[in-house]
C-alpha cells in the first residue's frame, strides 16, 4: 500500500478546530494520521511531500453538480447536442471541476439520462480525469412544469422525463434507477425562466414527490428537489427528499419545518445563477432583462431565506447551477464568497459548507467518512499556496493549488521540486504570506 506523508503545512480540518502546524500520512486511499507537530510521524520508506508554508485542507465538493452544462444559453443548449458529443463535454467538465479542487461532484440532474452515469463509471475506473461523482438523473417533471418547453402545436423534446401521476412517477424513476444514476431529481416548483410557472408556483403533488422518494429510497438512491416556492419546500419536506435546492421563498412555518429536518436534509441555495445573471450576464441576460424576471426580488428572498437557515443550523451545501456561459464551471468556488456577502457566513463557516457538508452528504450510507483531514477520512486533499480562511477567493483560481490529491493518488503537484533554489525562495515567501 501507498504510503505518503504530506510534512509541515499549516493544516485546516474542517472539523472545528483552529488551522495548526503538522503532518498527515495518508496510507492508501485513507488519511491514516495527523500528527499536530512536525516530525512526529516517521518517514523513512514513504513518500515526502515537502509543504511548508502551504495551507492543507479537505478537497472541495460542488452540491449541485450539471457535469453536462457548459456554457449554456438556453434549453436548446442541453437539448442539441448528439449524445457523443454531449459525453464528451460531460468528461471535459468533470475534469475542469478537478483541476479547480473539486474532488467530489455531488449531481443534481444532466441533460439526458445516462452523461453522468458514463462519465461516474469511466472516472471510477481510473480511465477519466474528474471527481468522485454521485451521477445526477435526468430531470423528472410535470406536464407543463420545468423542462417542458413543448405546446400543441409544436411538441418539443425536453431535457427531462414529463410524467403526471404516481403511476408514471413510479415507472420514471425506476427507470433512471436501472440506467444507474444515483441521484434523482425532481423539478417541484416554478422558474423564473418559465413565464407560466413562476418561481412561486407549486407544480409537482405531494403525491407524486412521495412515490418519487420512496421509489428511490427503496432502491438506496437519493432524491434531489429544485424548490423554489413554500408549497414545494413544504412537499419536499412530508414527503422526505434529501437535497433541496433554491429554497426561495419562505414562510415562518416553513422555516420552522426545515429547522426540523436539519439533520436529515441539505440545502443549496445556488446562488450563482441569480447573482450573475443581475451582474455579470450581459449580452445574454442584460440587467433589464434579468429585473423584469424578477431575479432581483429573487435574490433578495433568498437573501433573508438563507441568512435565517444558516442561523438556524441547516447543512448548506456550497455550488449549484455553474455551466452557464455567464456562470461557468471551473468558476464553483465563488459560491464561498457569495455565502459571506449573502448570507452573512464567516469564511471558516462557507468553508465547512463546502468541505465537510458536503463529505458528509457524499458518504452518507455508504460507511465511508469525507471531508474533513482527520484519521480515518478518505484522502481528498488540497495544497493551498495562500489562505483561504483570510481570503476565500483564493480558492477560485486554479493556479493556487499547488497540490491535488484525490482517494490518495496525488492529481496535481505543482510544487517546486524539493531541494531546488526555486523550493528555497518559494517556501520562504509562502510561509511569510501564509503567516502574514
Ligand atoms: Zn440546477
Not at 413554500?230 to 412555518?253: F, M, P, R, W
Not at 458518504?363 to 474533513?372: D, S
Request: charged content about 25%.
Amino acid at each position: 500500500m501507498s504510503e505518503t506523508i504530506i510534512v509541515g503545512a499549516r493544516i485546516w480540518d474542517a472539523g472545528g478546530a483552529a488551522p495548526f502546524d503538522g503532518d498527515v500520512l495518508v496510507e492508501g486511499n485513507i488519511v491514516r494520521a495527523v500528527s499536530r507537530s512536525s516530525g512526529q510521524i516517521p518517514q523513512a520508506g514513504r513518500q515526502v511531500i515537502d509543504a511548508k508554508g502551504m495551507f492543507l485542507m479537505p478537497g472541495l465538493v460542488e452540491g449541485h453538480a450539471h457535469l453536462s452544462f457548459e456554457s449554456v444559453t438556453s434549453t436548446e443548449d442541453l437539448i442539441s447536442p448528439p449524445p457523443e458529443e454531449h459525453t464528451l463535454l460531460t468528461a471535459r467538465v468533470a475534469k475542469c471541476l478537478l483541476d479547480h479542487g473539486f474532488t467530489s461532484a455531488y449531481g443534481a440532474s444532466e441533460a439526458k439520462l445516462r452523461l453522468g452515469v458514463a462519465v461516474r463509471n469511466e472516472v471510477d475506473a481510473g480511465r477519466l480525469s474528474g471527481p468522485r461523482i454521485r451521477a445526477g438523473s435526468l430531470e423528472i417533471t410535470v406536464t407543463g412544469g420545468l423542462g417542458d418547453e413543448s405546446k400543441l402545436h409544436n411538441p418539443r423534446n425536453p431535457p427531462a422525463l414529463v410524467v403526471d401521476g404516481v403511476d408514471e412517477m413510479r415507472k420514471a424513476v425506476r427507470l433512471c434507477c436501472r440506467e444507474g444514476c444515483d441521484n434523482i431529481k425532481l423539478d417541484v416548483s416554478g422558474d423564473p425562466f418559465y413565464p407560466n410557472i413562476p418561481a412561486h408556483a407549486t407544480t409537482m403533488s405531494l403525491e407524486e414527490v412521495r412515490m418519487a422518494v420512496d421509489t428511490a429510497h427503496g432502491l438506496g438512491r437519493k432524491v434531489n428537489a429544485h424548490a423554489r416556492s413554500i408549497g414545494s419546500i413544504q412537499n419536499c419536506l412530508h414527503a422526505g427528499v434529501d437535497v433541496l435546492y433554491h429554497c426561495e421563498y419562505t414562510d415562518e412555518k416553513t422555516l420552522d419545518m426545515l429547522e426540523a429536518a436539519k439533520d436529515r436534509i441539505y440545502v443549496a441555495p445556488s446562488i450563482s445563477l441569480f447573482h450573475t445573471m443581475l451582474h455579470e450576464a450581459s449580452p445574454w441576460v442584460t440587467p433589464d432583462v434579468a429585473r423584469a424576471m424578477g431575479i432581483d426580488k429573487l435574490l433578495e428572498e433568498s437573501r433573508k431565506t438563507h441568512t435565517e437557515l444558516r442561523k438556524r443550523g441547516i447543512r448548506h451545501l456550497i455550488g449549484g447551477d455553474y455551466g452557464f456561459a455567464w456562470s461557468k464551471n471551473g468558476t464553483n468556488a465563488r459560491d464561498l464568497q457569495f455565502f459571506i456577502d449573502y448570507y452573512g457566513y464567516t469564511a471558516t463557516e462557507a468553508l465547512r459548507c463546502a468541505t465537510r457538508n458536503g463529505g458528509a452528504l457524499m458518504t452518507a450510507g455508504n460507511g465511508a467518512k469525507l471531508g474533513e483531514v482527520k484519521e480515518g477520512y478518505l484522502a481528498d486533499l488540497l495544497l493551498v499556496d495562500g489562505d483561504p480562511l483570510a481570503d476565500v477567493s483564493v480558492l477560485v483560481n486554479a493556479d493556487r493549488l499547488a497540490l491535488l490529491m484525490k482517494d490518495g493518488q496525488v492529481y496535481k503537484n505543482a510544487l517546486p521540486a524539493a531541494g531546488s533554489p526555486a523550493a528555497a525562495r518559494t517556501q520562504k515567501a509562502r510561509v511569510a504570506g501564509v503567516r502574514g
